[in-house]
């Protein structure tokens, strides 16, 4: 092993259609985190072509890491160790990121950690904020990202037990499909934020699935139909249709969550991924908190959509745990949370 706590993390991001690759300190301070989005390329088809985010990752990989190492100040060979999202996501798209990753390490003769994608979302709550706060566990994290909508109960940032999760569509597909219903584009959330804004989130009473007495499990695709039919019906417009759905996820979403807390007894809420960057669930949670006087951390919305500073600090997490993975990394498209191929103890 040839570094303890490695000082300089390069965290790499490819999971999808986002090309990060971020420079943290010390597995807090992030000194850069280039995003190099692909939605416009993708946007014509209405969703991710895996083909197309793959050769995309693999033209833009190079300059976003020139990039990151300058805009952080610092020369390649300063680099400390290389944090790799090895999964879950598009296996071709997952792999440019790997197998950069390893070169790069390889070459440098640097450790490499392949980083759960999820366990990075969660980590998004670990980077140095504004307000000095800084997770207090035992604590709930709703994960609500394109493809998981999770509630996981953490005594520490070893242990992480899923309490409950989507019995359909995660939150993040449902605000997509819902975007297509209404003919707004992809991706569909920042697009129902958008306009939501202007209409009226109590027009239309849509559904909220809270599911058995007691369980963390979520449902969105009732809630997905019943908005098809209004669309149908043509009762409603664009933006109160958009307000309307926003309210009902952000509802389930944030009572689900604090009810959760109140019931493990836990220190703190925190949420992660990219449905946390929606502005009524921020709000909604802001007051809820303020109101029962818990105490909540969302990131900043930059860090709660895909990122490559999130991979470094679980990265940096593991790494100073011991763990390291082996020269045989690969990508593993449906890794699931807490099952990381960490490789062993160094
Ligand atoms: O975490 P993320 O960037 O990627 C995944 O790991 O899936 O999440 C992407 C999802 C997409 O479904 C996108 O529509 C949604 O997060 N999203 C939002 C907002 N920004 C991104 N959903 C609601 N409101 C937003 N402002
Ligand atoms: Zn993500």
Redesign the pocket.
């Known amino acids: 092993m040839r570094v303890s706590e490695p000082r300089l993390v390069l965290g790499i991001e490819t ?2 259609d986002e090309t990060s690759v971020a420079v943290v300190e010390h597995g807090t301070r992030v000194l850069s985190n280039v995003i190099a989005s692909q939605v416009e390329l993708h946007a014509k088809y209405g969703g991710v072509v895996p083909e197309i985010a793959s050769r995309k990752h693999l033209e833009t990989i190079l300059p976003a890491m020139s990039e990151a190492v300058s805009g952080a100040g610092i020369r390649d060979k300063d680099i400390d160790a290389v944090a790799v999202t090895c999964g879950p996501g598009l296996a071709g798209a997952l792999l440019v990121g790997v197998m950069f990753g390893k070169a790069f390490a390889f070459g440098r003769d640097i450790a490499l950690i392949g980083v759960n ?1 999820l366990e990075g ?1 969660i980590f998004a709550n670990f980077l140095e904020r504004e307000d000095g706060k800084r997770p207090e566990f035992p604590l709930v994290c709703l994960v609500v ?4 909508t999770d509630l996981i109960h953490m005594q520490s940032e070893h242990s992480m037990t899923v309490l409950g999760r989507t019995r359909d569509d995660a939150a ?2 449902a ?2 499909k819902v975007a297509r219903l209404l003919d707004l584009g992809y ?4 697009l ?2 958008r306009l939501a804004e202007k209409g009226d989130p109590e027009a239309v009473k849509f559904p909220r699935a809270y599911l058995e007495e007691g369980s963390y499990d979520f449902s969105f695709s009732g809630l997905k139909t019943a908005v098809r039919h209004v669309v149908e019906a043509g009762e409603a417009s664009k933006q109160d249709i958009a307000a309307s759905f926003q309210r009902a996820v952000s509802c389930v979403l944030v009572d689900k969550a604090f009810s959760c807390v109140e019931r493990t007894r836990s220190k703190m809420l925190m949420f992660a ?3 946390s ?3 009524e669930i921020r709000r909604a949670a802001l007051k809820r908190a303020a109101a029962e006087r818990v105490s909540l951390l969302i990131p900043p919305a930059v860090l ?3 990122n490559a500073a999130m991979i470094a600090a679980r990265g940096h997490h593991l790494l100073s745990h011991g763990f390291r993975s082996g020269w045989d990394l690969n990508a593993y498209p449906a890794l699931m949370l807490g099952t990381s191929p960490r490789g062993g103890r160094a």
């Open positions: 999971s999808c994608h979302h990202s394109g493809g998981h993040g597909e605000f997509d991706p569909g959330g920042p129902i934020d991924g990219g449905v960057a929606n502005s709660c959509t895909d």
